[in-house]
């Protein structure tokens, strides 16, 4: 166990960044060279060994958080990373882009500074990669079931990684040129280096996952589409390219592939971007924050010399204040934007938990992020400009925006207020208003019989099959059924729906089920429920 009293005596210190102006000049990560293990090994001993660890509440994976902080505490490193990866098959991805909410929920933060629980993650992650103990972990006998998962992103690679262990033959279907979803091209290279997603695919494709890429199940075949990612044609239990052609070809339809497969796992994610429908969207110089971010991200891969959406030497406005929006302003500061200014409609958060919010419930406080210490860094303030809404676009004469006009809102309502109108020059404007459920265009849906719920993501039932099971063998998971959610969330909604896939092929399993399909986060209102189905 840790020391009793550690959390009396240490008091909380995160793991330092980059300088600022070190980490603008490079795409390395914040954390990049930094020395973890003295820091992280005296900051895991603060872990209380509470009877009750509610940091497991705050994670919907139910880490064991506790345990790997011992183990880390004492520095038994192989201990730790064995515990670690108990529940999650990816603690690099999480221990980098996770939110933490374990942290709000440590009991340290009834009166004190949480652990640093995702710097002990992240830790553990790297260095048991450090010492060589990320091995491959085929399954001992194959079961003869063939299952097809659709899109690469978290949910799809946990699902697809935990049925092959258990001894499925899976391929991995995914639409763009590489294999990881928003992985590949939605996090920016500083908060994520690709190089650990190429890790993990490689251990994948060791273990007889195969992957093809290129290939838009339910809609046309992109470029590219039928080409097995590099490596794939290798991998499997049951040969190469047999293999891949009864786990799914490119372009073709998804009831093609429901009929030739056991059981298809739908893992899109939430890709239905929202809108902003004012006058003057239709602008040169105004586009969706993926694209931009996909862009930027494709020139780390080497695919462009020059992003062709850059921000260089332009007076940037992002609107938007979530995640997503803090990727594009960390993104537009190493491009050489002049200015970044972004726009959040809702009001300022305060630093401490609201009435509404108790402890261990995940709060909306006053958050900096590391793009908003840099842009700090750079102009001397925070980017953000709260309780603040779009009005209009105003272009020049060849048709580029220029500038936008925006207007301070009530806070509830969020109505324009009468005489807070005002110009902010622009000559790139990034909307990162999130999605709202899963792509409606293609034949996706209509092929494999998904139905929509009252909030537009595809209908499924606690187990996660699809429609209440009115399309047999045909499961949802990720953001495709639960909406805009965190990588943690679909990561554990990855291993639950490969435990009731696992179930439906062969009639019971032994793989862990953290969550049921219809789980949420903590509120005040009511708990989490980890189900059973």
Not at 212 to 231: E, K, M, S
Not at 285 to 290: D, E, N, S, T, V
Not at 433 to 448: D, I, N, T, Y
Request: net charge negative; charged share 25%; aromatic share 6%.
């Amino acid at each position: 166990m840790t020391d009793p009293f550690g959390f009396l005596k240490i008091p909380r210190e995160a793991v330092p960044a980059r300088p600022v102006e070190e980490r603008l000049g490079d795409w390395h990560e914040v954390y990049a060279g930094q020395a973890l293990l003295p820091l992280v090994s005296r900051q895991a001993d603060r872990c209380m060994d509470c009877g009750i660890p509610f940091c497991h509440t705050g994670c919907p994976l139910g880490n064991l958080i506790p345990e790997w902080n011992a183990y880390a505490a004492h520095g038994d490193w192989r201990a730790a990373y064995e515990r670690l990866h108990a529940t999650n098959n990816f603690p690099e991805v999480t221990g980098r882009l996770c939110p933490a909410p374990c942290e709000d929920a440590c009991v340290l933060t009834i009166n004190a500074d949480p652990v640093t629980i995702k710097n002990v993650e992240q830790a553990i992650a790297d260095e048991g990669l450090r010492r060589g103990y990320l091995t491959p972990r085929p399954p001992e006998k194959q079961s003869g079931k063939t299952v097809a998962v659709i899109g690469s992103g978290p949910a799809g690679l946990a699902a697809a990684q935990q049925l092959t262990r258990a001894g499925h033959s899976v391929t991995v279907h995914e639409r763009a040129d590489r294999i990881g979803g928003l992985l590949r091209y939605g996090i920016p290279e500083f908060k994520m280096e690709k190089s650990h997603l190429d890790r993990r695919i490689e251990q994948m494709r060791a273990e007889g996952t195969l992957f093809v890429t290129g290939a838009d199940i339910g809609g046309a075949a992109g470029p590219g589409a039928g080409a097995a990612d590099p490596g794939a044609g290798a991998a499997g239990p049951a040969g190469s390219d047999a293999a891949e052609g009864r786990g799914g070809v490119a372009g073709t339809s998804a009831a093609d592939l429901r009929e030739r497969c056991d059981a298809v796992v739908v893992a899109i994610g939430a890709g239905e971007r929202r809108e902003l429908p004012v006058p003057g969207r239709a602008l040169r110089g105004i586009h969706q924050a993926m694209e931009y971010l996909t862009c930027a991200n494709r020139v780390r891969e080497g695919d462009y010399a020059v992003s062709p959406v850059t921000a260089r030497g332009r007076h940037v406005v992002i609107v938007g204040g979530g995640d997503t929006g803090s990727d594009c302003l960390g993104t537009a500061l190493r491009q050489g934007a002049i200015s970044v200014v972004q726009l959040d409609i809702n009001p300022e958060p305060g630093p401490d938990r609201s009435e509404g919010e108790p402890w261990p419930v995940y709060p909306k406080t006053y958050r900096i992020s590391h793009a908003h210490e840099e842009a700090r860094g750079c102009e001397g303030r925070d980017p953000r400009l709260f309780s603040s809404a779009t009005l209009r676009f105003e272009g020049d004469a060849s048709g580029r925006v220029r500038a936008l006009h925006l207007t301070a809102v009530e806070p509830v309502a969020r109505s324009p207020l009468a005489g807070t109108e005002h110009v902010i020059p622009t000559g790139l404007v990034l909307l990162a208003l999130g999605f709202s459920g899963p792509e409606r265009a293609g034949g996706l849906r209509e092929q494999l019989g998904l139905e929509l719920d009252e909030r537009g993501n595809f209908a499924r039932d606690a187990g996660f099959a699809a429609g209440g099971g009115r399309a047999p063998g045909v499961f949802v998971a990720g953001d495709a059924g639960r909406g805009q959610s965190l990588v943690v969330w679909a990561i554990a909604e990855g291993r639950a729906v490969a435990a009731a896939v696992d179930r439906y092929l062969t009639g019971s399993t032994c793989l862990p089920a953290p969550v049921a399909a219809h789980d949420r986060p903590m509120t005040a209102l009511g708990r989490m429920r980890y189900g059973e189905f």
